[in-house]
Nanobody, 118 residues
Framework: VQLQASGGGLVEAGGSLRLSCAASGTLFSINAGGWYRQAPGKQRELVARITSTGNTNYADSVKGRFTISRDNAKNTVYLQMNSLKPEDTAVYYC?????????????WGQGTQVTVSS
């Protein structure tokens, strides 16, 4: 199973971006998914998660601005980011728990850079 994260880039404060994380290869489905981020000099932190039943939770810093969603048919998890702030600048990583023939396994995407200018 491979994860392909995309959608990062440079945006002005107040702008929007949508990140995508697509799983490919031999898999049955995505169980749960999440997005993490890591800013320079800081630890990786959870941004948002979505469960197998669609329940979501968010870091306090992004509540009301970010929305995580999933498309089961495309084995893809998204992160819609609105009202972006300079402090959202980080490398964003997707994290998926995937059902495979060998059971449920955890995978990480390669990271996509999000830069928000003031």
């Amino acid at each position: 199973v491979q994860l392909q994260a995309s959608g990062g880039g440079l945006v002005e404060a107040g702008g929007s971006l949508r990140l995508s994380c697509a799983a490919s290869g031999t898999l049955f489905s995505i169980n749960a998914g999440g997005w993490y981020r890591q800013a320079p000099g800081k630890q990786r932190e959870l941004v948002a998660r979505i469960t197998s039943t669609g329940n979501t939770n968010y870091a306090d810093s992004v509540k009301g601005r970010f929305t995580i969603s999933r498309d089961n048919a495309k084995n893809t998890v998204y992160l819609q980011m609105n009202s972006l702030k300079p402090e959202d600048t980080a490398v964003y990583y997707c994290n998926l728990w995937v059902s495979t023939s060998s059971g449920v396994k955890e995978y990480w995407g390669q990271g996509t850079q999000v830069t928000v200018s003031s």
